[in-house]
């Protein structure tokens, strides 16, 4: 994308943009506004567990697993090879946007990316069952759309990839090693039914699959913009993430190159994406959760259900542990700070800036790596005088003033932000429609910062 800054005119080739907390902190917002100067988008993880949720003048969209470049004219959203693809609902998708006359840019699907299949979401409620008959304290509350299971047989290698439906030659012979590693499902589909459902499918969207990998790699050579659209979130990584609590796959930054083919070196910047205070879906540890009358104001005024699985989402504040964790994890450039006009109103806001482990020790950067230990943080906050509701006026002065017609509350609280977190925060969004995102400028540079794990 081209940005002015200090320099002048900066021309910036490959983005990620990438969710900073757990999910839900409209990343599809961003890209979006982002994407009105890219020509690629990229989905590089995660499959119809996702819902990125835009508002055009049109009406509102929920995109599960195309990028959402396809909502742009000139643009090419691609779902990428990291990705886990459900062929049916993709197909579904893509006639829904059709149908409302909302598909303006093209749609273009890896050979890649793997198959979720029905058997999937069976073996996803069958893993969800088992772990809470153990013990239900192990539930790690999934979307049940298979996600897991997925990734399983594709590290197993034998998933079965979206070139195998467009070219199906093998399909018969991947499907019966699929179904043999099976035996503990019972009543799965039968294998035949599959077999001519997925060819059905398959010869549908041959239209759209495509080796992805070269198309990026051309325009990085030719200086085209690229946006690689992360799902999910950093905190929901199933390595650096709070897991088993976590999803199965890669929503950093890192992921999102090992998901899009897009080599390190090529990377210009890493956005990252919170709400101005925090949620969850899901079971695992939240410590700045909020319940009660302030939980309730949250989820009402945030609107907090998930876009995909209808869930109420729990609610609390921001928590600077984490984003600085997030930061150097994924290397931030610049942060977007979202939903900062549902916090319209409070007297004061808190945000945790430390936590109190069991032990009497604290930490500022480093969440413990176990969830029973996560479970015994008490989280240190420290509150900040609250800016006014978010008039239809102020939008609109906003809009029209830009930065200056922030309120000054809310700049200071921005400004506490990139200081903790030592990332200038570049963008800034207001309200659910298009409209509502404010660039901010980019800011003094900035250093790193020094980690102190919290068991030393
Ligand atoms: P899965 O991705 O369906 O396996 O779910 C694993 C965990 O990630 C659960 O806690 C889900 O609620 C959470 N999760 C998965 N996708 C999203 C998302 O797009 N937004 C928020 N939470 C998600
Ligand atoms: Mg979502």
Redesign the pocket.
Known sequence: MRYPDAAGERFTTVTVVVGAQ???EGKGKITDYLAAHARFVVRTG?GP???HTIHLPQGKVVLHQLACGVLRAGVTGISGPGMVVDPAALETEILDLQQRDLLKGEVVVSERAHVLLPIHQLE?AWEEDLRNSKNPAES??????G??PAYEDRYGRWGIRMVDLVHPADLGQRLDLLYATKSFLTNPPPRDELEAALRDVGSRLAMYVRPTEPMLWNAISEGSSIILEG???AL?DVDFGTYP????SHPTAAGALVGSGIPPSELDEVVGVAKAYAT?????PFPTEVGGEMGEFLLREGNER?A?TGRPRRCGWLDLVLLRYVARLNGFTSLAITKADVLGGLDEIPICVGYRMESGETTTDYPPIQASEYAKVTPIYEKFPGWPPFTQRLREKIRREGTQAVPGALKRFLRYVAQETRVPVEYLSYGAERDDTLWLGRGAPTHPVTITPWTT
């Open positions: 757990f999910g839900d995660g567990n996702a819902g996803d790690v509350g999934t979307t049940r759309r996600i897991g799902a999910q979130s929901l609590f976590v999803t199965s969850r879906v899901g079971a695992g998930g995909t």
